[in-house]
């Protein structure tokens, strides 16, 4: 497609299970970027991927966090052993090359935790 | 540590009218600025961008101000329309550096 494309658009699981959330950034694009949205908040940075180059992983709110990006393209975010604070809207964003241009973004996935 | 901040959490204009939404950043090292747009159940959407080395800059029916000497930053978007209600978002990123900073958004309440 021509946009950032994430799925599922929704997960509801239960606390201490674990989920993927993925995101297929727009062809071509070498920066990806995840967030996480909570209800009527701001977005608040979780990681940042750039080509071959180590990801920023500072914005991982915990170890329970990971992500990982294969080829340079799709990107996967995982939660392990969900907590209820989890529950958010988690965003993916890509940009050509990051740094000084805007990012497109996806619609997300609103993940609730029971 | 520094960051973008936004005066209002919410703004209501009537519809027709010019809308302002302000924005206080704090890093006087961030030399890119962006301003969203977020529907409800959308992903945030880029509605115009500017560097530092300008201090205006108009796209259709939206114009971005910049005032570096006390950090501030403007959108106005002209002849409010309904469609224009959504939550709004600053943006500030640093050259060379890759993470973009967001404000906590301001809510444009558009009355019909």
């Known amino acids: 497609g021509a946009g950032v494309s994430q799925s599922p658009s929704n997960k509801v699981t239960e606390k201490g299970k674990d989920v993927e959330l993925r995101c297929d950034p727009i062809?071509?694009?070498?920066?990806l970027y995840w967030y996480r949205q909570s209800l009527g908040q701001g977005l608040e940075f979780l990681i940042y991927?750039?080509?071959?180059?180590?990801?920023?992983k500072s914005g991982l709110p915990s170890d329970r966090f990971s992500a990982e990006r294969t080829g340079g393209s799709v990107s996967t975010l995982t939660i392990q052993r969900t907590q209820q604070e989890d529950s958010a809207v988690y965003l993916c964003?890509?940009?050509?090359?990051?740094?000084?241009?805007?990012?497109?973004f996806g619609d997300g996935t609103r993940l609730s935790i029971l | 540590g520094e960051s973008v901040g936004l005066h209002l959490p919410t703004l209501s204009v009537q519809e027709g009218d010019n809308s302002i939404i302000n924005c206080a950043y704090s890093?006087?090292?961030?030399?890119?600025f962006i301003w969203y747009k977020q529907e409800s159940g959308k992903g945030p959407q880029f509605i115009i961008d500017?560097?530092?080395?300008?201090d205006k800059r108009q796209g259709q029916r939206v114009t971005v101000l910049l005032n570096k000497t006390v950090k501030h930053l403007s959108l106005q978007i002209a002849a409010t329309q309904p469609g224009d209600s959504a939550v709004y978002f600053c943006?500030?990123?640093?050259?060379?550096?890759?993470?973009?900073?967001f404000g906590t958004g301001t809510k444009l309440q558009v009355i019909p």
């Open positions: 964003a890509s940009s050509p090359r990051g740094y000084n241009q805007p990012q497109h």
């Open positions: 500017i560097r530092s080395n300008m």
């Open positions: 943006a500030e990123n640093i050259e060379g550096y890759q993470k973009v900073t």
């Open positions: 890093n006087s090292a961030s030399d890119y």
């Open positions: 991927f750039q080509g071959n180059s180590a990801p920023d």
């Open positions: 062809s071509g694009h070498t920066a």
